[in-house]
């Protein structure tokens, strides 16, 4: 099925079938940064929103500190519009990439350690950092 899928897709379909893409959202005062990073799991961090394109897939991954601020309702306040758009600004960019797509790209809203987690985990590469701390454990 995907070597059919491959081959019948444009260039830049398949290359995103083969490398997908990491699009990194964070906030600076209040404007808005979009910045393409590599698949690697230092990028996630509590403060940003993290768009995963693996084009049968794609992922919108809040930090902590968004979510958190986003269920406290902050964006439903004036004074706070500029977070609001913060958080338009990833979902409207997941629903520009699928909605031209066949198959239709299973599409996943998750925070950081939610169960939905799993499909940017797997995407992911391990970082250095993460490696150092790992210890192996022999019974």
């Keep these: 099925f995907n ?19 990491l699009m990194k959202y964070t906030l600076e005062g209040t404007e808005t940064v979009c910045q393409p990073v590599q698949l690697d799991s230092s990028e996630r961090s509590a403060d940003c929103v993290l768009l995963l394109d693996t084009f049968f897939t794609v992922v919108v991954w809040y930090g902590k ?9 902050l964006q439903d306040q004036e004074d706070y519009a500029y977070f ?37 985990s797997a995407k992911l590469n391990v970082s250095e950092q993460q490696q150092q701390g790992y210890t192996r454990r022999v019974v």
């Design 3 to 21: 070597r059919m899928i491959l081959m019948r897709e444009s260039v830049a379909n398949s290359l995103t079938m083969l490398q997908p893409t």
């Design 65 to 73: 500190h968004i979510a958190a601020w986003r269920n406290q309702g």
């Design 84 to 120: 609001r758009d913060f958080l338009a600004l990833p979902a409207q960019d997941a629903r520009d990439l699928i909605v031209d797509r066949f198959p239709l790209p299973l599409q996943v809203f998750t925070d950081e350690d939610g169960s939905q987690e799993r499909f940017l």
